[in-house]
């Protein structure tokens, strides 16, 4: 079973990819990402992403510790990392 | 601004009477920004630490115990939805911080699930600041932020913290978690203080 | 297409509605023309910015329902009861009318002919959208690749796509079977939603190795990944994309 604190409010990493390219040049989605609290290590569409929120979270699957979030201003956006001890992409 | 979709409002109503740039709401949106802490009441507590590290606790018990108020407000949600004359039942801050000794200027709320907003103590006290833990006559719904959260109405929804578990007091101020995210570290609705620098 | 064409920071671009085609009584089809769309893949979706007339504005993200033939995409929106912008493309968009929208992004829940192995595609409601981009991809390619579809919906009237998937049924490579969770039509005496007989039934086993595409509702989304993986699938060969409930 679930933890008590899972419900199904979340979304998909996937969820978070217009955002997220009208930031990077390459598409984090597909990006493999290590969470730095506990250490899962997946592809990013595959963490829990709240959206209902003043601003996109993307919570860690296995830990549910906060990996990213992105907050759009109407001039600015914020991007905070912390929670992602690396973002691996592909050179191609 | 790009391309005017005519005939699209979305699901606004706007009143003279709302912050600016606010709309009415009748239905009460739940936002949430992770899973929803299922606390049970026997295992609550509500924990203030003063500045000098002085810790003052209250389980459910105590918190029921405490003289408790009817509280009926608008609510401003940052996100643009208000909702008018909403009504809570909760123990005032004033109750709570009478007997802590503090001359902070600044608190932390801190919840169950790890979120965390500051706020200036003044806008704590004096009638401002509640611990609710019943919405129109029910005990707050998980998803509201029960058992219990704090209710802020004078600023942006985001202040009231939902799943309050404590207060840290400060002589200096931090920032909680919107507020290191791009949010306004006061959060005024009537002065639509939404991001850092409005 | 050049490399300097998906190597960039997406901006929002006009769309222009050209054509709409009803599919069942709560969803429709808007074609649209976008005309600096790069391409996209199939299982990819799109963000549909709209703006109001004092300024208000609002996006949500839609799967484009359509695979890539270099003229125009196709977006399949159901209503969303209390939601924001779909009752406006569904109930209120008309042909030549515009927004806006920024896309393709996703690079995760995306199906390519020359991927290797079956394709288990398996959708609930309005989550038929991206899995009908793959099937169409699957079938303008010619793959041979087998495809197998589990279609949940509540009842035969709530079937988007009814005339495409008995088309796309008369492949030998593409397998489609729907589960009714309300109310089956005449011959079909299962009412339920899918649970591990379905997929035992229904799906292709651990051993076929299939790469499995889940998309709907959250809580379906939730149900159906945990089946699969109960099922003996590998957990990194299931991909979900989950929508709602995000106001619609």
Redesign the interface.
Known sequence: MK?????????????A??A????????I??AIARCSGCGQTG????T?L??????L?A?CAGC?G?LM?V?T????T?V?LRGLTYLKVPNE | MGIVSEGFGGRRRSRADLPPGQYLTQDF??????????IRTEHWEFVVTSESGERYRWDWAGLMGLPAEEITKDIHC??RWSKLETSWKGVSLDTLLADVETAADFAMAHSY??YTTNLPMEDLLDGQAWIAYEYDGEPVDPEHGGPARLLVPHLYF?KSAKWVRGLVLSDSEDLGF?E????HEYGDPWKEQ???GD | MERTAL?????WQVATVTDIRPETATARTLVLDVPDWAGHLAGQ???VRLTAPDGYRA?R?YSVSSDWRGDTIELTVEVVPDGEVSPYLVDVVKVGDQFEV??P?????VWKPEQEGPVQLIGGGSGIAPLMAMLRAHATSGSTTPVRLIYSVRRPASVIFVGDLKELAASEHVDVRLVYTREAPAGEPRVGRIDADVIGQYAFTPVDAPTSYVCGP??FV?TVADLLVEAGHDPARV?????G???G
């Open positions: 933890s008590e604190a899972s419900d199904a409010t979340h979304l998909d990493g996937n969820a990819a217009g997220l390219s009208a930031l990077f040049a390459v598409d989605t597909s592809v990013f569409a595959d829990r709240y959206v209902d929120a003043p601003g979270v919570r549910d906060v979030r907050v201003t109407p001039t600015d914020y905070d | 949106p739940v936002l949430s920004a992770g899973p929803t802490p299922h940052v996100t699930g790890g985001w919107w290191t995210a791009g949010y939404r991001y850092a | 190597r960039r920071r997406l901006s979706h799109l963000d996006s993200s920024r896309g992004v996703g690079g995760w829940f959250t809580p939730e991909r979900t994309e989950r929508f409930p995000t106001g």
